[in-house]
């Protein structure tokens, strides 16, 4: 079955970078693109960017553009989100979340568990 | 960046009535080129992450059942669910894939009355 698995908890100092992965598993790596979501404590979903699991490129969000970065090992089917510059507005749950290419829909459907990100000094 | 405003911000419907969440975006989210609506609604119970239940606008995602339907094209949107029952209490949020950034609706919360 489809499982997007997700790192643990992290708290960070403002100012601090912080890493998430996403393990991918029961489905073929390369036909499908990650994106990255997250949702500040009692609000809504915000959009952070995708990754292309073949080649390697990203979109990300002009807000993020110059704090967020994507990767991917396809030797572990895993893929990386690092934010850097943390300030206490990063504080969320993170998600990691699957869709097909650009032409089939960039519609998600399946997600990871979410990673709680807390920025605290 | 399209802004999606999703109405009412929440909703109280008894067991075994219909609940209707609207979601309007600020610009079209139809490719001419496919006639296709690049708009997707998502169900969020507490503690989860947020379950796919329409995409295309209009196409239920496998195992999702037939009481929930979307429709609309263009700009505006509705996601419905014909029957409510006691496990549909969640938060119900739209969102559009037709260009960056992919933004999602505010959210809609539906709770039994």
């Known amino acids: 079955q489809v499982q997007l698995v997700q790192s643990g908890a992290d708290v960070k100092k403002p100012g601090a970078s912080v890493k998430i992965s996403c393990k991918a598993s029961?489905?073929?790596?390369?036909?499908?693109?990650i994106h990255w979501v997250r949702q500040a404590p009692g609000q809504g979903l915000e959009w952070m960017g995708v990754?292309?699991?073949?080649?390697?490129?990203?979109n990300y969000a002009q807000k993020l553009q110059v704090r967020i970065t994507m990767t991917r090992d396809t030797s572990t089917t895993t893929v990386y989100m690092e934010l850097s510059s943390l300030r206490s507005e990063d504080t969320a749950v993170y998600y990691c979340?699957?869709?097909?290419?650009?032409?089939?829909?960039?519609?998600?459907?399946?997600w990871g568990q979410g990673t709680l990100v807390t920025v605290s000094s | 960046d399209i802004v999606m405003t999703q109405s009412p911000d929440s909703l109280a419907v008894s067991l075994g009535e219909g609940a209707t969440v609207n979601c309007k975006s600020s610009?079209?989210?139809?490719?001419?080129?496919?006639?296709?609506?690049?708009l997707a609604w998502y169900q969020q119970k507490p503690g989860q992450p947020p379950k796919l239940l329409i995409y295309?606008?209009?196409t239920r995602e496998s195992g999702v059942p037939d009481r929930f339907s979307g429709s609309g094209s263009g700009t505006d949107f509705t996601l419905t669910i014909s029957s409510l029952q006691a496990e549909d209490v969640a938060v119900y949020y739209c969102?559009?894939?037709?260009?960056?950034?992919?933004?999602f609706g505010q959210g809609t919360k539906l709770e039994i009355k």
């Open positions: 969102q559009q894939y037709y260009s960056t950034p992919y933004t």
């Open positions: 610009q079209s989210v139809l490719y001419s080129s496919n006639n296709k609506n690049y």
């Open positions: 029961g489905y073929s790596f390369s036909s499908y693109y």
């Open positions: 295309w606008a209009s």
């Open positions: 979340a699957r869709s097909p290419d650009r032409n089939s829909g960039y519609y998600l459907d399946y």
């Open positions: 990754i292309n699991p073949t080649g390697g490129g990203t």
